[in-house]
């Protein structure tokens, strides 16, 4: 699909970065309206929006331009946010960055997409040479307002530790005889088990802890394709930040989730990618890292590793946990602050899910 058109004074700002010299020559007054506009939006960019060095990441950036919108004078106070990704930047890059920005700002300003009374917020992610731009148009009462956040390019070649030391750690919570495609943990509290959702080959199960054991609260078959799939597969999706439609993903279809005291499936034909990590919250630096298995092989033990997910993929980890056989999938669990794995025991033939958290130190 096309990536959607500039703003024209988006377009404007990304041009007079990449050619400042055009700003110095001299103009016609035909048009010396519209290039003063020009002028004075790019000199707001360079003089007042935070530019990131190597020891900050791409989240404080998000954060730091979300306090700048939410102190605009605004005509409305409620807003749909609108992400586009429009440069290089790695799509696992730009939804952490788009995450922060939305916790940042919080469910009191942005609201659900069912809204349809709410204007749009709208972010786009631009570059020029040295710079990846973070670009946001605010309603505003006198108008629209442009709000900008640059991060140096040379930013991301570090792994951003920060020099902070992460501990990846497990938690058994789940284990069974049957395959499992894919579990994900639905609650809002790290100190508590629980919602988990189990995806079984033909069944979607919604499990609650109560009195130290699970109890089956609903299960719902999930639809089975007309084509034969040598290696069935599923995964789980909650939905990130204020978007909060849920859905189950299948080869060939996607199913909305909605949950209350049953569950219910609403499936149709889509195509789509399977996902190669997850993000995982850090409770050391409030940062959000890139959480993948390493090994691709079933017939092997596994290992998670943890990068900075404002790097590349090729980049060491940060740190790594062992598992006793292969990752079948890793889930988001708790919204980002833990994930989960479904980890087929070499050793006893179980199908288990464990809860992976970060912790600080070693």
Known sequence: MPAAPLHPSFAAVISSTRNPVYAK???????????????LLLAVFVFSSPCLSRADSLEDAARV????????????????LSWQNHSSLAEENSEALKQSFAAELGS?????????????????????????????SVPAASGEVIRMARIARAALTSNGSSGVRFRLSKELIWLQREPILDAVEMGEDPGKLGPLLILNRDSLSLYRHENDRWELQDSKRVPTTEKTVRAPRGEIRLSAGTEKQDSLVLPGQTCDIAIAEKVELNCRAASHTWR????LA????????????????????????LRNSSVPKSASSV????????????SNGQRTRSDTAVVFNLSTGNYEVYRI???CGN
């Open 25 to 39: 020559q001299k103009l016609s007054p035909s048009r010396s309206r519209g290039w003063l506009f020009v002028r």
């Open 65 to 80: 331009l979300a306090r700048r919108v939410a102190a605009v004078p605004q005509r409305e106070r409620r807003f749909i």
């Open 108 to 136: 009191e300003i942005l609201v659900e997409k069912q809204d349809p009374s709410a204007p749009q917020l709208q972010v786009s992610v631009e570059e020029s040479p040295a710079f990846y731009l973070l670009i946001v």
């Open 276 to 279: 190669d990590g997850i993000l």
């Open 282 to 305: 850090s409770p050391c630096d409030r940062g959000v890292w890139w959480l993948k298995a390493e090994s691709g092989d079933w017939s092997v033990p596994d290992r998670l590793s």
């Open 319 to 330: 740190a790594e946990l062992d598992l006793p056989g292969p990752a079948l999938s890793v």
């Open 357 to 359: 958290t970060l912790a």
